[in-house]
């Protein structure tokens, strides 16, 4: 027997597959709006770039990538800049470096962590790809750590694509970021989230695009974090939670083997 056909019009593009995978892990409403704390945005400390602790792990494909294709005394545009962890490291070659970022304090971070490394760096607040007319093209962009929330993908990127003359650098985490706090889902709102495989599915979306994606894996070496105030803290403000359940939360992080960590450098030609 044949199998059965698809109807006409019902395949579905990867960037729909994108955009459902990132609403199968929304956060439903109700629990959302009965957080006792609200989620808020990342401390940016959290993202600071720490030169004497990335000095120690290996050199991520990502940073060779964005070194190869920079002129010396080129220009860099990060997006999602956070503390400048992506950028600042490419400051050996890099005579500008614009960080664009949605969050005033992340900002204000990066600007005062390049003037203590000496890199000149300007800035633009708003968030990608609204503010990318006020932009001017870049020999690289980079963007690390930025689009596990991005619903308009195909604009992100073709915005991004647009003010590189060289190359785009992209790094993701194989998984999303919180997805080691998943089975914490299950235990405090009886909820099973979907896993969700970032790194192929942001490719998929490249080459859906035309756009002739080269990608290298590395796999960063488990890191056991310490269980402070300040991490179960985070914990329980992504898991829209009160402080009366810490101590599930402590036993969950205590209990918990660190993990290697697989990241994903994905690269192409700009278009500027």
Same mark, same amino acid.
């Given at each position: 027997?044949?199998?059965?056909?698809?109807?006409?019009?019902?395949?579905?593009?990867?960037?729909?597959?994108?955009?459902?995978?990132? @609403?199968?892990?929304?956060?439903?409403?109700?629990?959302?709006?009965? #957080?006792?704390?609200?989620?808020?945005?990342?401390?940016?400390?959290?993202?600071?770039?720490?030169?004497?602790?990335?000095?120690?792990?290996?050199?991520?494909?990502?940073? =060779?990538?964005?070194?190869?294709?920079?002129?010396?005394?080129?220009?860099?545009?990060?997006?999602?800049?956070?503390?400048?962890?992506?950028?600042?490291?490419?400051?050996?070659?890099?005579?500008? $470096?614009?960080?664009?970022?949605?969050?005033?304090?992340?900002?204000?971070?990066?600007?005062?962590?390049?003037? /203590? +490394?000496?890199?000149?760096?300007?800035?633009?607040?708003?968030?990608?790809?609204?503010?990318?007319?006020?932009?001017?093209?870049?020999?690289? #962009?980079?963007?690390?750590? /930025?689009?596990?929330?991005?619903?308009? $993908?195909?604009?992100?990127? +073709?915005?991004?694509? +647009?003010?590189?003359?060289?190359?785009?650098?992209?790094?993701?985490?194989?998984?999303?970021?919180?997805?080691?706090?998943?089975? =914490?889902?299950?235990?405090?709102?009886? $909820?099973?989230?979907?896993?969700?495989?970032?790194?192929?599915?942001?490719?998929?979306?490249?080459?859906?695009?035309?756009? /002739?994606?080269?990608?290298?894996?590395?796999?960063?070496?488990?890191?056991?974090?310490?269980?402070?105030?300040?991490?179960?803290?985070?914990?329980?403000?992504?898991?829209?939670?009160?402080?009366?359940?810490?101590?599930? $939360?402590?036993?969950?992080? @205590? #209990?918990?083997?660190?993990?290697?960590?697989?990241?994903?450098?994905?690269?192409?030609?700009?278009?500027?």
């Amino acid at each position: 027997m044949a199998p059965p056909t698809k109807p006409e019009g019902t395949e579905v593009s990867p960037g729909d597959r994108w955009r459902r995978a990132i @609403n199968s892990r929304a956060v439903p409403r109700a629990i959302g709006e009965d #957080a006792p704390q609200p989620h808020g945005p990342s401390d940016p400390e959290r993202f600071r770039w720490r030169p004497e602790q990335d000095a120690q792990e290996p050199v991520r494909p990502s940073r =060779l990538r964005a070194l190869e294709a920079l002129p010396d005394q080129g220009s860099v545009l990060d997006v999602g800049v956070g503390g400048g962890a992506s950028s600042l490291g490419l400051a050996s070659k890099a005579a500008m $470096i614009t960080g664009v970022d949605r969050h005033e304090g992340m900002l204000e971070l990066f600007e005062a962590t390049a003037r /203590a +490394s000496g890199v000149q760096v300007q800035t633009v607040l708003g968030r990608w790809p609204e503010v990318a007319d006020e932009v001017e093209p870049a020999d690289v #962009a980079v963007c690390h750590h /930025a689009i596990y929330d991005v619903l308009d $993908i195909e604009d992100f990127i +073709s915005a991004l694509t +647009s003010r590189a003359r060289r190359r785009v650098v992209l790094e993701v985490c194989a998984t999303p970021p919180d997805a080691g706090v998943d089975p =914490l889902w299950k235990v405090l709102h009886g $909820i099973e989230r979907l896993p969700r495989m970032v790194g192929d599915d942001v490719q998929t979306v490249l080459v859906s695009m035309g756009l /002739a994606v080269e990608r290298e894996d590395i796999v960063l070496p488990a890191r056991k974090q310490a269980v402070t105030p300040k991490l179960v803290s985070l914990v329980r403000r992504r898991l829209h939670v009160g402080a009366d359940r810490d101590q599930e $939360i402590v036993e969950f992080l @205590n #209990a918990r083997a660190p993990e290697a960590l697989p990241v994903i450098a994905l690269w192409w030609a700009g278009g500027a």
